[in-house]
């Protein structure tokens, strides 16, 4: 099992950046599809964007131009630059790591989420 846990969450205004990180214990974060979602209050949670073990990435619409996944895996962390933040960016942010474990069943692993407030 794949533990996660996100830092970098906070209160910024319209415009403006951050970056979000996401720490995993374990050896399978290198064969992980690694994943940023979000919940917003009464909306369902909603991917950002993914980046795969070979690094293809895949954005929503919304942060397109915007965000910007990546990954390291001698570290075992994936960060989450935000930049042009929005008002509707506002949310919960998840972690998420999608693997298969040793029966090839699909395992979705996430973090406990950091607030992420762009507000004036």
């Known amino acids: 099992q794949v533990q996660l846990v996100e830092s970098g969450g906070g209160l910024v205004q319209p415009g403006g950046s951050l970056r979000l990180s996401c720490a995993a214990s374990g050896n399978i974060f290198s064969l992980s599809t690694m994943g940023w979602y979000r919940q917003a209050p009464g909306k369902e949670r909603e991917l950002v964007a993914a980046?795969?073990?070979?690094?293809?990435?895949n954005y929503a619409d919304s942060v397109m131009g915007r965000f910007t996944i990546s990954r390291d895996d001698a570290e075992n962390t994936m960060y989450l630059r935000m930049n042009s933040l929005k008002i509707e960016d506002t949310a919960v942010y998840y972690c998420?790591?999608?693997?298969?474990?040793?029966?090839?069943?699909?395992?979705?692993?996430w973090g406990q989420g950091t607030q992420v407030t762009v507000s004036s």
């Open positions: 980046i795969t073990p070979g690094g293809s990435t």
């Open positions: 998420n790591a999608r693997y298969l474990n040793k029966w090839r069943a699909t395992i979705d692993s």
